[in-house]
């Protein structure tokens, strides 16, 4: 509040604004207006876009090839201010904490940092060429013995009759562990030969050398220099949550999977969920289900659109289906703890703790009727509910939505990650978060009606399909047309018990990888009592195959 009388007197009196103020302003307007444009511009595009590529042409993994875009730091730069860094005591600093990620990151920008997987690009880019699918594990940040998890050893050579593709296994160690050590020390001498080394060579000589040419326990591995001690969060993450840039061009999915994951996944395991990434056109069908009165009825289901998963996830077990904000996040944090292996009779570390109450508090902040809109239809809540088991995750990394999706997670959880693999996070409780934000934002911009209770009819072909496993992708285009009806209860009609049944799934010729403008694109979020039924019809096609 300005007091007229006193302002006038003192400017009367020659007072200057600084003077009477007791203030002056440090920073010009100039530089202002750059510094809150440059923060507009990370947040609006925090990584870099290929939309003006066709769907073919997207690549994030080019080392060189890809032009980024202009990033914040860049715009200073370009404007002559001196950029600022949020370490710094810098009350005007408006750059957020892990705004620039390592230039091996697909989600980096101009901007990015070194990190320890700038040296082995070309050779991994080398290895996984020609490959249409890559396993792997990235055991990183502390000595490495010995991979727990084990697979049978897959390359470019390797081919399965029943699916065109063939899948590479690679594991990222540290060049400094016991175990390459031991790999290398277990290599007879005329192995060693063949790849123009010796036993009598130095050590740094043997791995240089050596590196993308051996293999342990089905893995081919990769040795990474500097990867042995504590590593920060975004280095320690990129493997896992935003891997397209590590591999070959020809690489189409990428499936990661845990050290401590508790069973072997195989070449086959990975085709397999491959193929529940997408989803041909389901053709009208009936089922059969219980009316109000608890008689059997029929029911016929409309024609489904075809569907394309960018991420397939396991859902994670003992954790209510109800909608989120219903859901205890506290018990949800805490089954999500068992999975990763915490103690849960001790107390909850404090960055678990800190994550959780932020999402907490965040979720009760949104939800206030304060912040809501004004039209009672139009009052969405956000929902914290998509859980999954992140021991394994699969991934599509030429689809832009896809990339999104997981710069989005990357980015999250790097603000909550600790620095060793044995505080790396809650990775899922991050991921489950960007998906309640992802689609608050969905349903508001396309103006998507409140949810009601289900209907009878509704409830009944809900249980009969898996559509609610595939969560859609938002953009944001700001298109108002609704962009995931899962089953379309609305349109399906209870028929008469005497008319003929057709099978209960058919679906139309539909060419898996062909993806267009009309195809939706979702994450998936399998259930085990789906992904079970799926395994027994892909065994049966196999076997039925492997007959003919």
Known sequence: VIDVERANAARSAGYTANEYLGWSAKTTLKDGVAKLLAWHLDRALPYFSSSTLSEEQVDYSDIEGVVKHMDGKDLLSKNNVDSCSNDMDDATCLLEKHTYHPCASECSTMSCTSSIFDDILTLVHSTTEGCYMVLYTAPLGYDVESLDVETEYSDTGSTFEYHEGNVCTVAFVPSESTLVKTVIEDLPANAQSMLDTSPSDSYSTQVKKLNGHLAHKGWLLIFVDGATHPLPPEELLLPKLAPARLFHSSVRRAMYVDESFSHAPYPEDALFLATETHRGVTKSRTIKGPDEKGKDTK??????????????????????????????????????????????????????KAQREFYERGRSLINSMDLRSSDPSHRHKIEIKD??????????????????????????????????????????????????????????????????????????IKAATDAHEWQ??????????????????????????????????????????????????YVRIMSDEVMLKARKNWSKFVAKFEKH
């Open 472 to 521: 859609p992708i938002f953009l944001g285009d700001g298109s108002k047309i609704p962009l995931h009806d899962p089953f379309k209860a609305s349109t399906a009609k209870a028929i008469p018990l005497n008319i003929a049944d057709r099978p209960e799934s058919e679906l139309d010729e539909a060419a898996p990888e062909s993806v267009n403008g009309d195809t939706e694109t």
């Open 299 to 352: 029911y016929k289901l409309p024609k489904e659109p075809q569907r394309y998963a960018v991420m397939l996830a396991s859902q994670m077990r003992d954790i209510s289906t109800g909608e989120g904000h219903k859901v205890s996040l506290r018990d949800a944090t805490r089954s999500m703890m068992n999975e990763k292996g915490y103690d849960l009779d001790a107390h909850e570390p404090k960055k678990v």
């Open 387 to 460: 859980f999954i088991r992140s021991q394994w995750v699969l991934y599509n990394l030429k689809l832009e939505e896809g990339h999104h999706v997981r710069c989005e997670w990357y980015r999250e959880h790097s603000r909550w990650s600790g620095s060793n693999t044995l505080d790396s996070g809650m990775d899922h409780l991050s991921f489950a978060y960007v998906m309640a934000k992802r689609e608050l934002s969905r349903k508001i911009v396309t103006e998507e009606p409140l949810p009601r209770e289900l209907s009878l009819e509704e409830k009944v």
